[in-house]
Antibody, heavy 124, light 107 residues
Framework: EVHLLQSGGGLIQPGGSLILSCAAS????????MSWVRQAPGKGLQWVSI?????????YYADSVKGRFTISRDTSRNTLFLHMNNLRADDTAVYYC????????????????WGQGTQVTVSS | EIVLTQSPATLSLSPGERATLSCRASQSVGTYLGWYQHKPGQPPRLLIYDASSRATGIPARFDGSGSGTDFTLTISSLEPEDFAVYYCQQRTNWPRTFGQGTTVEIK
């Protein structure tokens, strides 16, 4: 069974840093596209970042987090990470990791499954 | 970026009734549209991808249709566990975007 277990998050002051973790089981994070998606309070879902499968592991970001967030993975631990720097109040959200998969091609596409989510609150 | 507009914002129905949810894209996404179910305290769950393909384990009462800019998610007969928020998502253009959601609530 494929499963994602998240850890990290919490309350952090503006300008601070935080690392989110997402441990996968039942599949390899290095052989799949992996993404982070967030949901701010009272808002809808927003894609944040993706890391491509394979040795190169290209990464891409939403404009709102570019230059501040870094997605990475540890193959030996089969774990995905999101390093968040210079956090702002509008980064407050529940953050989800997800396998990013298209069942009819080799492109990223749909988020399935999702981690359980972790709350990040940026406030002084 | 592609804007997805969902309607209605809220749907008030009783168990056993049919639910029809709409998602309209600001430009054509072909059939690259998916639907998710999101319940409080749980992560979203993929229901439908490629406009009409059901994800693994999704009951047949969930049906997706449409192409281009207009899409529909139909729940043929609502079960108690179906009351939730539903989001559409496109994968045609970057960034991938979601609709603002439709809440299906118990009447």
């Amino acid at each position: 069974e494929v499963h994602l277990l998240q850890s990290g998050g919490g309350l952090i002051q503006p300008g601070g840093s935080l690392i989110l973790s997402c441990a996968a089981s039942g599949f390899s994070v290095s052989s799949n596209y992996m993404s982070w998606v967030r949901q701010a309070p009272g808002k809808g879902l927003q894609w944040v970042s993706i890391i491509y499968y394979g040795n190169v592991g290209s990464t891409y970001y939403a404009d709102s987090v570019k230059g501040r967030f870094t997605i990475s993975r540890d193959t030996s631990r089969n774990t995905l990470f999101l390093h968040m720097n210079n956090l702002r109040a509008d980064d407050t959200a529940v953050y989800y990791c997800a396998r990013d998969i298209d069942y009819s091609s080799s492109s990223p596409g749909w988020f399935d499954p999702w981690g359980q989510g972790t709350q990040v609150t940026v406030s002084s | 970026e592609i804007v997805l507009t969902q309607s209605p914002a809220t749907l008030s129905l009783s168990p056993g009734e049919r639910a029809t949810l709409s998602c309209r894209a600001s430009q054509s996404v072909g059939t690259y549209l998916g639907w998710y179910q999101h319940k409080p305290g749980q992560p979203p769950r993929l229901l439908i991808y490629d406009a009409s393909s059901r994800a693994t384990g999704i009951p047949a009462r969930f049906d997706g249709s449409g192409s281009g800019t207009d899409f529909t998610l139909t729940i043929s007969s609502l079960e108690p566990e179906d009351f939730a928020v539903y989001y559409c998502q496109q994968r045609t253009n970057w960034p991938r975007t979601f609709g603002q959601g439709t809440t299906v609530e118990i009447k």
